[in-house]
């Protein structure tokens, strides 16, 4: 992971230095780099030395990267791990342009893996931009929100953490089974990491998770235990989903659906939901030998499916 993080200032810098900064500024910012984590990890079913591991790694990074610059501009935020946004330090233009950039250095480095990994690239990318049009369009008047919500966390968050996996065991010249194993492994571990990013937001006590509590919910963001207790039709959430379909930017309001939020059964229902995919996922990994490498691979999906920040 040293190894990233050098490569990943070397790979973003320009000739300009003003992008130099700009690409570097959420990149110093801090991120957990879970993506090129789990593409190390999936390597380890393999030759994990192969020098393309590293690039992979770089390149999942910096796709997820570039998505944060423009994820800031569409939901005009403020702040990014806890620095400001590109977008408020200078203005959209800039941030827009950053994370382009940014999108043509993982689109550079793909290259030099070969048609292969462009061809997945490509596909990744086509689901992450069709999992944010979703989340921007919302769901029609006929459509499941909550099934509508989880195929914008597949196409936003699995994706990409799935390619991490899968680029990881690619590139280190793992079996097809086992690659194809690691890739369903990555897409349920993303999802469960997102909806592990869900419930924190609302039950958490502090600002642990990197944000406010409750700041989708002030935002009036869906996220799964809120969509899973819209679907209560008990009379004792009359109150709650008055709460929830009102203006939540009210301190006392939002306070009041936070208090009757972590105190539902749709906080259950999430975490189990969530524990389910974890489940999932490990099953998956009966592919591999028994060893090491899966028990640190199970260990990571209890770890998202689980963790407090």
């Known amino acids: 992971m040293d190894e990233v993080e050098k490569a990943l200032h070397g790979h973003v810098e320009s000739e300009a230095p003003f992008v130099t900064e700009a690409a570097r500024h959420l990149m110093e910012a801090g991120g957990k780099r879970f993506r090129p984590l789990l593409c190390f990890l999936a390597a380890e079913a393999g030759d994990a030395s192969s020098p393309d591991v590293l690039t992979a790694a770089c390149v999942v990074e910096l796709t997820h990267l570039a998505s944060l610059y423009h994820d800031d501009v569409m939901d005009e935020a403020a702040l990014r791990r806890g620095a400001e946004s ?26 030099s893996l070969g048609p292969d990994a462009v061809l997945i690239q490509a596909q990744t990318f ?16 006929d459509d499941d929100q909550l099934a509508h919500y989880l195929r914008v966390v597949a196409g936003k968050t699995g994706s990409l953490i799935a390619t991490s996996a899968r680029y990881g065991a690619l590139f280190a010249g ?49 996220t799964l235990p809120v969509l899973i207790a819209r679907k ?9 989903l008055d709460l929830l379909d009102g203006d939540l930017t009210d301190d006392a309001r939002h306070a009041e659906a936070l208090s009757l939020l972590r105190a539902h059964p749709a906080m259950a229902a ?21 060893g090491p490498v899966r028990t640190a691979l199970e260990a990571f999906a209890d770890v998202v499916a689980n963790r407090s920040s």
């Not at 209560?232 to 709650?240: E, K, M, Q, V, Y």
């Open 86 to 111: 590109a977008n408020a330090r200078w203005d959209n233009h800039v941030a827009i342009l950053t994370g382009d950039f940014l999108f043509s250095k993982s689109s550079e480095l793909t290259a």
């Open 126 to 141: 086509t689901r992450l931009v069709e999992g944010q049009i979703l989340e921007t369009l919302g769901p029609g008047p």
């Open 174 to 222: 793992a079996s097809p089974e086992v690659v194809d194993a690691l890739t369903s492994y990555g897409e349920k571990v993303g999802v469960a990491f997102q909806l592990s990013d869900d419930i924190l937001d609302i039950a958490s006590e502090s600002a642990e998770s990197g944000k406010t509590p409750g700041t989708d919910l002030r935002e009036g963001v869906p």
């Open 232 to 240: 209560s039709a008990d009379p004792a959430d009359a109150r709650l």
């Open 270 to 290: 999430a975490r189990d939901y969530v524990a389910t995919e974890a489940t999932e996922a490990k099953r998956l990994l009966g592919a591999l030998p028994e």
